[in-house]
């Protein structure tokens, strides 16, 4: 009985590894570092990257949370949903924040990234 157990186990193990090992994809013409670096779009350059980004906002599709952590960098603002859903916000245009306010977080204009239970991203919104 401990045999057949041990076995799905490391196959879980195994599949884990694998999946947390995927490489994340490059963005046609996205600079990524620029999207990171413009926290809450205060300096603009998110409002520069939309395009390129609505481009390519379909290769997200799919990928795991890590991923997008790579791509574009921790969010503005995060939101845990029921079932194991997460949210994450990016900012694309000046908003409260950049004068020292705390901006409504649902606001927007905003990047919103729906990740599923499995943290996989199911969905890519951009409100105007």
């Known amino acids: 009985m401990i045999l057949p157990t041990l076995r799905l186990g490391i196959l ?3 599949m884990l590894g694998l999946a947390s090992c995927q490489e994340t994809p490059q963005l046609t013409d996205f600079d990524s570092a620029q999207w990171k670096k413009d926290k809450f779009a205060c300096a603009g ?3 520069a990257l939309l395009p390129q980004f609505e481009k390519n906002r379909e290769k997200l599709i799919g990928l ?3 991923q997008i952590l790579t791509l ?3 969010p503005d603002f995060a939101e845990l949903y029921q079932r194991g859903q997460r949210y994450y916000f990016y900012y694309y245009k000046n908003n409260k924040s950049c004068q020292g306010e ?4 649902l606001a927007g204009p905003w990047v919103r990234v729906r990740f599923d239970a499995l ?3 199911s969905e ?3 409100n105007p």
């Not at 705390?102 to 977080?105: A, E, F, H, Q, V």
């Open 45 to 47: 350059l998110r409002q």
């Open 102 to 105: 705390k901006p409504d977080p």
């Open 119 to 121: 943290d996989r991203v």
């Open 72 to 74: 574009l960098g921790k």
């Open 12 to 14: 879980l193990f195994w």
């Open 64 to 66: 795991g949370q890590n």
């Open 124 to 126: 890519v919104i951009i």
